[in-house]
Structure formats: structure tokens, C-alpha cells
């Protein structure tokens, strides 16, 4: 894992210019069976990445079985750390506690569903994410919209274009 994140810093720093940002997908940070020893070890093992010179997002997705790896997830030096909330819903009470000062990518889009989000539930959201002190919000999908339809994927990101409005 140390040999993937310095030859990922090293093409970073070889795309500088070329791109504004990187997202780096971490979709199992959160699963049983991978070992906390592992999981004490991402900051470390991310450090290359964290020197260079582009905007860094660290995201993950699926259900967060070990919410106590969050301190680690967050630890890892990225611009935004994104959550996926809506597979999480019934946890959201206590991941908002632990987002103080956090730079967030909220992921309030379901991408493994049709049935299109409230505005009023993301603006709930949105509204707890900013009462526990979040640094900044950026809404975005829960993960990748691959396997959705693209008419309601592009349904789903218009969604947001109300949130915060009065408009539900």
C-alpha cells in the first residue's frame, strides 16, 4: 500500500497542471473485516499524497460498520472527506458529533436506488452537518451513479439545485 500511494503521488505531481483535483476512493475503510491495525496505518500510508501540490478528496461509501474509524479516516491529510450519509441514515446521529471542523462531501444522493431524495430530508441534513460545526459542506451522490439510469441520475444531482430554498 506505501508503493501505491508513492506512485499515485508521483503521477499526481506528473499531472500538475493538468488537473484541479483527485479523488481517492477508500470504499472498505469502514468494513468488519478489515483489520484495525490497517486502518491506524491510512494516515501514514497516505502521506505521500498529502504533500503534493492538487486539491485532495478521500471518499468512502457503503455502510460504516466501525464509526470509531472515522478519527482515522478524517486523519488522513485531504482538502474534503467525503461520507456516504444516505446508507447510513440510521448512524447519522452519531457521525454528525465528529464532524466539527471537518471540510465534508456529504453524500445525501442514494446512488444504489431510482426513488428520488426529499429536498426537505437533504435540507435536514445539511442543517445537523452545520449545527455540529462541519468546516464546509459540498452535497454530492453517496458514491458512483454507475448503475442507475442516467435520466434519474441527472434527476438526483438537480435535486440539489433546491436545496436550501424554500423550495421542495
Known amino acids: 500500500m506505501m508503493d501505491y500511494s508513492q506512485v499515485l503521488s508521483e503521477t499526481i505531481d506528473d499531472l500538475k497542471g493538468t488537473l484541479d483535483t483527485i479523488e481517492i476512493h477508500e470504499p472498505s ?11 491506524t496505518k491510512l494516515p501514514e500510508i ?9 486539491e485532495k478528496h478521500v471518499i468512502t461509501y457503503f455502510e460504516m460498520s466501525h464509526l470509531e474509524r472515522l478519527e482515522n479516516f478524517f486523519s488522513i491529510k485531504a482538502d474534503f472527506h467525503g461520507i456516504d450519509l444516505s446508507e447510513n441514515l440510521t448512524k447519522v446521529a452519531k457521525i454528525y458529533p465528529r464532524l466539527k471542523g471537518v471540510r465534508l462531501i456529504a453524500g445525501v444522493l442514494n446512488t444504489r436506488t431510482t426513488k428520488l431524495e426529499k429536498v426537505s430530508s437533504i435540507n435536514k441534513v445539511l442543517s445537523n452537518i452545520s449545527e455540529h460545526g ?14 442507475i439510469p442516467e ?8 435535486l440539489l439545485n433546491k436545496v436550501g430554498g424554500d423550495k421542495n
Do not use: G
Not at 29 to 39: D, G, Q, T, Y
Not at 46 to 54: G, V
Not at 134 to 147: G, H, R
Open 151 to 158: 435520466m434519474i441520475a441527472v434527476k438526483k444531482i438537480k
Open 29 to 39: 475503510m469502514f468494513e468488519k473485516r478489515i483489520k484495525n491495525e490497517l486502518i
Open 134 to 147: 462541519a468546516k464546509e459542506v459540498v452535497l454530492s451522490n453517496s458514491s458512483l451513479m454507475d448503475f
Open 46 to 54: 497516505y502521506s505521500p499524497i498529502s504533500s503534493t501540490k492538487i
